[in-house]
């Protein structure tokens, strides 16, 4: 995932950082396409932890998940430079 171009997403407002998601999630296709196999365990995972969660809800998890983390990376790495 990349975030060139989208400032937005390291904005200290939330309100921003929805916007520069959105912007990222948008583009995320590209670059990150989460497993239906995994999402399927993930569900199955869930409801043994007493959740209902749905395959749709599952694939949102799995591609938030992976926005943050890369945003939380790209942040710490270009803090060192």
Do not use: C, W
């Amino acid at each position: 995932m990349t975030f060139k171009g989208n400032n937005l997403i390291f904005s200290n407002h939330k309100k921003d950082r929805i916007k520069g998601y959105r912007k990222a999630f948008r583009n995320q296709d590209q670059f990150f396409k989460p497993s239906k196999d995994i999402a399927k365990s993930l569900v199955e995972a869930m409801e043994a932890q007493g959740y209902d969660v749905t395959l749709q809800e599952a694939l949102a998890y799995l591609k938030a998940s992976i926005a943050v983390h890369s945003r939380d990376f790209y942040v710490k790495h270009r803090r060192r430079q």
